[in-house]
């Protein structure tokens, strides 16, 4: 269930910006209700904006499972050209009566990240070119006009997963489909996500770009985020 909660903040804020003309991501918030095979367990808000000539993009989500709760929020800084600038995350959760803080800020200078832990400071160099989980590939999806077949990939920086080794991503315009979001059907593009070892991620946004829904299979668990 962690594991899923990383990666539904990284396609949130990967596939939340909106457009309202070419090569456009205008600022933005955006609410979601998260389910788990069907049940409602929580919500996540994301906002995009420009401040100081940088995307700023949050993502703050809430989940209550009964054995577990969990608080988190990411906040991602790049330029305007979607170089790393500054990643800050905090996570709280509670399991069993159990609860743990996690807090990891990270601060890129080209490919060094001094990377700041409850288990201290460090200093790395990242050898393979990355990128965070901003809006850079939203904004490539918009330059390709989601043509159907085309696919984006990239290598983002996600210290949950590995502090030194990038995650590869993959984006793939699969075409339009009919999907019901909130009881009405809607005709809406759908992106394939691969994530690592991360199986049969989907998500549905319109025309200007708008995550409708997403979907995330995982072993027997099936996660959905459904816009507000």
Not at 189 to 218: A, R, W
């Amino acid at each position: 269930m962690k594991k899923m909660l990383v990666f539904t903040a990284i396609l949130l804020v990967s596939a939340g910006a909106c457009r309202k003309g070419a090569g456009e991501i205008p600022s933005g918030t955006w609410n979601y209700r998260l389910m788990v095979n069907g049940a409602p367990i929580g919500r996540a808000v994301v906002t995009n904006r420009i401040v100081n000539n940088t995307w700023v993009s949050t993502t703050d989500m809430e989940m209550d499972a009964g054995y577990i709760k969990n608080t988190s929020r990411q906040v991602i800084t790049e330029t305007l050209d979607f170089k790393p600038v500054k990643m800050e995350t905090h996570n709280r959760t509670i399991q069993n009566g159990q609860v743990s803080e996690v807090k990891t800020i990270a601060t890129f200078t080209g490919n060094t990240v001094a990377l700041e832990t409850g288990e201290g400071k460090s200093t790395i160099t990242v050898t393979k070119p990355f990128i965070l989980e901003g809006n850079y590939f939203m904004n490539e999806l918009i330059r390709n006009e989601f043509k159907p077949g085309t696919i984006i990939r990239n290598h983002i920086y996600e210290p949950s997963v590995d502090t030194e080794e990038p995650v590869l991503v993959l984006v793939k315009v699969l075409g339009r489909e009919d999907v019901s979001i909130n009881g009405k059907t809607k005709n809406l593009i759908h992106l394939g996500f691969s994530i690592e070892n991360l199986k049969n991620i989907d998500s549905y946004i319109d025309n200007d770009g708008i995550t409708q829904k997403t979907v995330i299979t995982m072993l027997n668990n099936r996660l959905e985020l459904v816009l507000e």
